[in-house]
């Protein structure tokens, strides 16, 4: 399938995508965001389509795309996404957007008691058009640059049915009696608002092999998973990239540590030993986490 789209990371190609954008009715919004490698997702791309193009703006080239702020907060453009209550929230977060007059087709298409709300799904069932897409993609290093052909053609595809999709669905819930359920629920998805991770400072206890550990190992335990917690929102790392729970739970075993026993105890890998290592020693000498 053949899409237009244009990769903006510069002023000029900004100030064209802005020109179309701001005069059009209706924009399908999509993104990619980093959530996996991340402690807090990471804004990565941001997709709008037109009508006319699906323009990818690069969120990392430091571009003021405040613009948008007005697209958004408009009564007057339709915003169409589909299941995009996260997207808002990080854009929110990202920006300080508000947004105004949202479209989900995924929720206009569960009040019309759609079983498959999959957006391939809902382009295949009420457009009638094929619709794939490569899965080994969906967890592409976004945040990479340059970014490749294939992964913008990619992220360009969520966009390009977004727009005929929502006229369809419109009629659909008009048609139904369900425009004003709609709504309401439109309403909420544009209300969210983004918080930060809050630990669960029991979530120790439900590590497997918790409960052969001796009651010193336990607290040893439960010092490393609040330092680990504490770590990733410090450096906005996913807490198991940077100490899994099974490595937690086999560090909280060693009674002697040591930089050595952490590798062949604990079984831990050099690098992560020089990484962490002396801050793991601290919490097992019973010294406070920073």
Not at 159 to 164: E, G, H, K, P, Y
Request: glycine share 6%; net charge positive.
């Amino acid at each position: 399938m053949k899409i237009k789209w244009s990769w903006v990371d510069s002023t000029a190609k900004r100030d064209k995508a802005a020109r179309d954008i701001l005069k059009a009715p209706v924009i399908g919004v999509d993104t990619e965001y980093d959530s996996f490698r991340y402690f807090r997702e990471k804004l990565c791309l941001l997709q709008i389509n037109s009508g006319l193009c699906s323009y990818i703006f690069d969120p990392l080239a430091n571009l003021d795309i405040s613009f948008l702020g007005e697209v958004f907060a408009s009564s007057k453009t339709v915003k169409v996404i589909h299941a995009g209550d996260n997207d808002i929230r990080i854009l929110k977060r990202d920006y300080d957007f508000s947004f105004n007059q949202i479209f989900d087709t995924h929720c206009a298409a569960a009040l019309l008691g759609c079983r498959q709300l999959s957006l391939a799904a809902l382009i295949r069932q009420f457009l009638a058009v094929d619709f794939e897409k490569q899965k080994k993609l969906q967890r592409s290093r976004w945040e990479n640059r340059p970014l490749t052909e294939e992964q913008l053609h990619y992220a360009a595809q969520d966009t390009v049915f977004l727009i005929d999709l929502y006229r369809k669905l419109h009629e659909e819930l008009d048609h139904a009696g369900l425009l004003d359920a709609a709504t309401d629920g439109f309403e909420g998805i544009a209300s969210v608002s983004w918080h930060e991770k809050i630990m669960n400072r029991q979530g120790y206890r439900h590590i497997q092999g918790f409960n052969s550990l001796t009651m010193e190992a336990r607290e040893r335990l439960k010092r490393l998973y609040l330092w680990r917690f504490n770590k990733g929102k410090n450096i906005n790392r996913a807490l198991f990239m940077i100490i899994s729970d099974q490595e937690l739970l086999q560090i909280s075993r060693t009674g002697e540590p040591t930089l050595v026993s952490l590798i062949t105890s604990a079984g831990l890998s050099q690098d992560k030993v020089q990484r962490y290592g002396s801050e793991l020693l601290d919490i097992l000498k019973g010294q406070p986490s920073t």
